[in-house]
């Protein structure tokens, strides 16, 4: 099936680092939302977002929906070793609005 | 904690045998989601279900099915189970037929296949 191309794959930081992650796509999205698992757990919803252009930020954390429609990028500020966990994007293609398709994840590692 | 539940926790079985995956959505719920996480595939989307009727399928193989009972808990069921089953399970669930904004994990199931 489709899925979103998410780099990096993994990341090794320090503690107060910022750190970027994107989410990128062939085709036009019309939504892009970012979530976060933590061992063990289902992903939670970080940040949705529905417009091109759209910047939206959770605490240290701020998303933007890109201006082509094909990618998206997720920011944390300052980074806490409460960061580590892996970090999804998902999107809706504007061609099929009740399939969420997701990337493969980024791994964050926070050294403290 | 989400408020989505799902039984059992872990779940080891054989090649061939067939396994049910039990998911109570958040109490109002009405839509269900079944993924399955691999290593090398990410999060999948399944099938989802809204108040008992099937409303999107995705990538879920014929000895695959699943269904949502008239309190809105889902089952899935997996048959013929192969190695490569051997996977996460997500069930996630939201308020509405096309909500993917406010959709909410459980905490998988674990499924091993010797």
């Known amino acids: 099936g489709q899925q979103l191309n998410q780099s990096p794959q993994s990341m090794f930081i320090q503690e107060g680092e910022d750190v970027s992650m994107n989410c990128t796509s062939s085709?036009?999205?019309?939504?892009w939302l970012w979530y976060k698992q933590d061992p063990g757990e289902g992903p939670v919803l970080l940040i949705a977002?529905?417009?091109a252009g759209e910047l939206t930020s959770n605490g240290r954390l701020t998303a933007q929906f890109g201006i082509t429609r094909k990618d998206s990028f997720l920011n944390i500020s300052a980074s806490i070793p409460s960061d580590v966990g892996i970090y999804f994007c998902?999107?809706?293609?504007?061609?099929?609005?009740?399939?969420?398709?997701w990337g493969l994840g980024t791994s964050l590692a926070v050294n403290p | 904690d989400s408020g989505v539940t799902q039984t059992p926790k872990h779940l080891i079985t054989a090649t061939g045998q067939r396994v049910t995956l039990r998911c109570s959505p958040r109490?109002?719920?009405?839509?269900v989601y079944w993924y399955q996480q691999s290593l090398d595939q990410g999060l999948q989307f399944l099938i989802q279900?809204?108040?008992?009727?099937?409303?999107a399928k995705g990538n879920i193989l014929e000895r695959f099915s699943a269904q949502q009972f008239p309190d809105l808990h889902s089952e899935l069921n997996l048959s013929s189970l192969e190695l490569g089953d051997s996977a996460l399970y997500f069930c996630?669930?939201?308020?509405?037929?096309?909500?993917?904004?406010?959709?909410?994990f459980g905490p998988g199931t674990r499924l091993t296949v010797l």
């Open positions: 996630a669930s939201s308020v509405e037929q096309v909500s993917y904004n406010e959709q909410f």
């Open positions: 109490s109002g719920d009405l839509s």
């Open positions: 977002l529905y417009k």
């Open positions: 279900y809204y108040n008992g009727e099937e409303r």
């Open positions: 085709s036009i999205f019309n939504t």
């Open positions: 998902a999107g809706l293609n504007a061609g099929n609005n009740r399939k969420l398709i």
